[in-house]
């Protein structure tokens, strides 16, 4: 195993390991002050952070506004208390070793306003910003009003190359880094494009080479590239580590400090961890936000699936094709489906599945009475907690919203997250981890099979540190 270097990040050697930064009270001030503390990159996640009250207990986040408007408000109120709060955590953990970054999603609600908050109400406790889910153009105005560096999160040289050119050329001094994000490897959100196979995983080394390509034509010879999405032991890496093609490599992990002792998650959701098998985690574009996410299988993941499954196309007119009559809602408004859409329809509703809702691409989809009212629940309570949600029509900016039906097909995904990381008391935790969204990389499954993990070993987060520096 070749040794690792440290490398110089937000003005200090450092080593080139980071924590990824995991949405919804995940990437804690507790996991990322012991992250610093090992001498890496801890990074807290700014997607609605903790707050606490005077005995130590999270605030729980309720919204009490009238209009999306008023509760995306209270939102950002909330998450900017929380990255404050978790920022200290950090701080007084680390001691002063490593580096503390905070990680925001471009395409979050108000995140603008809330990493501006976070860093005026935590003055020097913060040393970076990561930022995808986007094109954060105007990350770097942020890390120059702030004096910080700032790290984007892209997934092809092709990305970084319109964000420099209309944007970062302007402050290269602070440019800290830039994460290469595989697209299918990675948990969580993810950044394919439409050309690409979500299928079809590609070799990240040429796609990571092309990226140092685009930097070198801009003179970032020295500019770290981490790799992010897929790392699991560095012994595999080793091509990439002293690699005078690639220039300096760091390396990003999100999965590994899951299954930590000071780690956030649920005990339920460790033990899953523990037990995962290869292919258990799906590549799936469920999301609200467009993008493609990575999650692991269960029945929330099953149910949405089999929701798009249960779908016909339907006209407001006959003719055309549509030409079997169809009653949609409580006051059954006419509409017509395909004639050969009808025995199905007649099955799903034999099934149960006898409540029909109208999709953005003139679709019906087919559900539960008990889900039917779950999901225009959830649509009605939407707090704006993306700039823009397919899953509720909601868009931050006026007319706050799209112009588009809300779609059925997805879920809300501040109820699952929030859910899934503080589960309400007395509730049997399995049965919330297989009913809620739980992001993971395609390498869980290696929890099972990996021998530092045995007999259910659960590491510090300086004990999994050690590890990953003997590359095995």
């Known amino acids: 195993m070749k040794s690792i270097d440290t490398l110089r990040f937000g003005g200090q050697d450092v080593l080139p390991l980071i924590e990824g930064g995991k ?22 996640s700014a997607v609605n952070a ?17 209009t999306r408007r008023e509760r995306q408000q209270e939102l950002i109120r909330y998450a900017i208390d929380g990255g404050i709060a978790q920022a200290k955590i950090a701080h007084d953990i680390s001691g002063g070793k490593g580096r503390i970054n905070v990680n925001i999603l471009w395409e979050m609600g108000g995140a603008e306003e809330v990493i501006t908050g976070i860093l005026e109400g935590a003055p020097g406790l913060v040393h970076g910003l990561t930022c995808g889910a986007g094109m954060p ?20 040289g092709r990305a970084f190359n319109a964000l420099w050119r209309r944007a970062y050329s302007k402050a290269p001094e602070l440019l800290g880094g830039v994460v290469y994000e595989d697209p299918w490897r990675a948990g969580g959100h993810n950044g394919l494009s439409n050309t690409e196979n979500p299928l079809s995983p590609e070799d990240p080394y040429p796609r990571v080479l092309e990226l140092r390509r685009v930097m070198r034509n801009y003179g970032l010879d020295e ?75 269960n029945s929330f993941l099953n149910d949405l699936r089999a929701r798009s499954e249960r779908q016909v196309p339907y006209s407001q007119e006959a003719g055309d094709g549509y030409e079997a009559s169809y009653g949609v809602g409580a006051r059954k408004r006419e509409v017509f489906v395909p004639a050969a859409d009808r025995p199905r329809i007649a099955e799903w509703e034999a099934a149960g599945f006898t409540e029909a809702l109208r999709t953005p691409d003139d679709t019906l989809v087919f559900v539960t009475p008990e889900s039917s ?94 590890r990953i520096l003997t590359g095995r």
């Open 223 to 297: 500019t770290p590239i981490i790799m992010a999405g897929g790392v699991w032991h560095l012994e595999e890496w080793q091509d990439w580590i002293g690699n005078p093609e690639l220039g300096p490599i760091a390396f990003q992990f999100g999965t590994r400090p899951l299954l930590t002792q000071e780690s956030p998650i649920p005990d339920a959701w460790k033990r899953r961890l523990l037990t995962m098998k290869k292919g258990d985690v799906y590549l799936n574009r469920f999301s609200p936000t467009g993008f493609y996410s990575s999650a692991v299988k």
């Open 23 to 44: 949405g919804v009270s995940v990437s804690t001030g507790v996991s990322a002050g012991h992250w610093a503390a090992a001498g890496g990159i801890g990074t807290i």
């Open 137 to 156: 153009y105007r990350l770097s105005d942020i890390a120059v009003r702030f004096g910080i560096p700032y790290y984007p999160i892209i997934s092809s």
């Open 373 to 466: 009212r779950e999901i225009l629940a959830d649509q009605t309570a939407c707090m704006g907690c993306l700039s823009q949600c397919r899953f509720s029509n909601w868009m931050q900016r006026e007319p706050y919203t799209t112009g588009q039906k809300a779609d059925p097909r997805s879920f809300c995904i501040q109820k699952t997250l929030q859910t899934i990381s503080h589960i309400p008391p007395g509730a049997d935790e399995d049965v919330v981890m297989d009913h809620n969204l739980m992001f993971g990389g395609t390498n869980a499954w290696r929890f099972g099979t990996d021998p530092f993990y045995a007999n259910g070993f659960v590491p510090t987060v300086g004990q999994l540190v050690e």
């Open 50 to 66: 903790d707050s606490y009250d005077q005995d130590g207990k999270p605030v729980p986040q309720i919204y009490h506004g009238r």
